[in-house]
């Protein structure tokens, strides 16, 4: 079974041909940092930064929106990840604890 992954240089999705992420893969992607939402800003921050460099290399029109990319590869796990913003003062509060 092909896995909801980016084909690159096109980022699209290997499994549906949807712009990558499409919803499947934030699903999997939600549920696989579900407990390390940072790390997936990282990865998703990792992401974009690829795929402006692939896209851009293809087509420099396509990359032209810049706030566009950021929304496509940033913009939903903020949206989905309001519990980040709620377990943050506890892990706050662990650290002060420890030291
Ligand atoms: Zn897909």
Redesign the pocket.
Known sequence: MVE?LPLRPLWL?R??G?PWP?G??KLALVAEYRDNQVSLFLYMAGCMHDAIDDLHQLNPSETGSASGMFDRFLGWPARHTDSYRVTTPEAIRGEGTSS
């Open positions: 909801h999705c499994r549906c949807q499409c499947a893969a």
